[in-house]
């Protein structure tokens, strides 16, 4: 199950390095669309009981946290240079925290209902997608030309690194 969860993943994440998919979607689509994943994954696990649906979801799930979470450190290395080491570091502490009282939550709803479980877990999520969502609704894709701000900071930051790092 850990390899097929990391396997999957990866897949994800290098989809969205190789193909360039930050660069042509906007960010809040693709949390959008890997919060549905989730969801859809979670659901999976709390009412269907067979092997193989336990591995659809468990791979759904996977794809989800490999798809969200390059986009939000992609977003914070937009931050101003006098903020990204803050911003990382808060970054990594969220992450922390919802490992922690996610296993936590996850155990004791496993305990005392089981399977179900996993619905109660999807209760954050929908939360998050409403959060999410909503701007959703009437999204209309733009030219490339329009670009907000912060996608062309992290444009900015990302060519100077690699620029300093290749002359080297």
């Known amino acids: 199950m850990f390899a097929e969860c990391s396997l ?27 919060l549905l994943l989730a969801l859809a994954g979670l659901a999976i696990l709390a009412w269907h009981r067979a092997i193989e649906w336990m591995y659809v979801g468990i791979s759904l799930t996977a794809a989800a946290a490999g798809l969200v ?3 939000i450190s992609f977003l914070a290395v937009g931050a101003s240079s006098q ?7 808060g970054i990594a502490a969220a992450a922390g925290l919802g490992r922690t009282l996610g296993s936590g939550a996850g155990g004791r709803l496993f305990g005392s209902m089981a399977q179900l479980g996993f619905a109660w877990l999807a209760l954050p999520l929908v939360m998050a997608l ?8 009437g999204y209309r894709r733009v030219v490339h030309a329009t670009q907000s701000a912060t996608e062309l900071r992290m444009r900015r930051v990302f060519s100077s690194f690699f620029m300093t790092r290749s002359s080297k």
């Not at 999957?8 to 906007?26: E, G, N």
């Not at 409403?130 to 609704?137: H, P």
């Open 8 to 34: 999957v993943m990866l897949a994800v994440s290098a989809t969205l390095f190789f193909t360039s998919l930050m660069d042509k979607a906007p960010a809040r689509a693709l949390i959008t669309i890997g």
């Open 69 to 71: 979470l390059p986009v």
């Open 83 to 89: 903020r990204l080491g803050s911003t990382m570091g």
């Open 130 to 137: 409403s959060w999410t969502g909503r701007s959703m609704l």
